[in-house]
């Protein structure tokens, strides 16, 4: 099978939006509306592909890039904060050899000093050299739904089962977000779980207002844990067609002596069920402690990966030359 990339310019946009809404996953994340979202937010240039074979369009995609110095340089997604998954989304019958090798000889002719893609859950991994591209393995939890509520609440290990039921017990209370005012309050929220850590978040508040006013209540939802009246702990959760994300949570300070994020993890979980969705990723299970939480819940550790690529040699001397600058630039 022979893939060729193909510009997907405004006469084509009919034909990237039937492949995503015909294409198993349907994934919010490739929506043309999403995609022009973060690039608004995120001061990048968003190209297009349709990548086709014989049969049409085999599939798409998105990628960003920034000018960083005498470099240009490509990501899918840029900001991985709230947009877990990118890279292309083909066709199930699309050879993985193919699709790899399509992309990558893409970059080298496309100008492309420096690529990084992050797959989907449940790609295989790719099977690059490793003087082309470099792979790094990925990992998350994902919680099958078709199990039922009674069969996941017992499979939840005993001390995630004791947090929710402690959280019920000291009168927190979890709600499905309804209006604008959320998105102010979660924000306030969240960036004080990154001020706690000395950073700034990598999405501003204005990507996270216009999020909501265009996905919120729908595709989007969110969940507040409330404790004596005050706002202790949110969540934001992507609702596609078989799947659910957690891609954003963040607590107040002193927030755990109640356990709130467990029982939002727990109603999250009952939510996704009740509107019919297959799987739930916890997103992200590479840090040992909140892997340690995510795998409480019972869900199957899976993998996804992230792709790198230098085509031009001035890229892949920076890239080199990264550790001892970090030093100089260190004791400047």
Known sequence: MSLRMVPCGPDRYGEWDRFREEHPACPLFHSRPWLNLLARHQDARLDMYLMEDTQGVA?????????????????????????????PLVRADVPCGDLWSTLLAHARSGGMDFLRMFTRVGVPLPDIEPGVASVQRKTTHVLDLALGEDAIWEGMEGRCRTAVRKALKDGVTVGEAVGDGFIDRYVDMLEGVYARQGLASPNARPFYREMWSMFGEREIIGLM?????????????????????????????????????????????????????????????????????????????????????APSRLARLMREAYPWLKRRLGRV
């Open 225 to 309: 844990a409330v404790h004596e009246g005050r706002d202790i702990a949110g969540a934001l959760f992507v609702m596609d067609p078989h799947d659910a994300y957690y891609i954003s949570g963040a607590s107040v300070a002193d927030a755990g002596r109640v356990s709130p994020n467990n029982i939002l993890q727990w109603e999250a979980i009952r939510l996704a069920m009740a509107r019919g969705v297959d799987r739930y990723d916890f997103v992200g299970s590479d840090i040992p402690r909140i892997a340690k939480f995510k795998q409480s819940f019972g869900g199957m550790l899976h993998e996804y990966w992230c792709i790198e690529a």
């Open 59 to 87: 599939g798409i995609f998105p990628v960003f890039s920034r000018n960083y110095v005498v470099l240009r340089v490509f990501s899918s997604p840029y900001v991985v904060t709230d947009t877990p998954y990118l890279g």
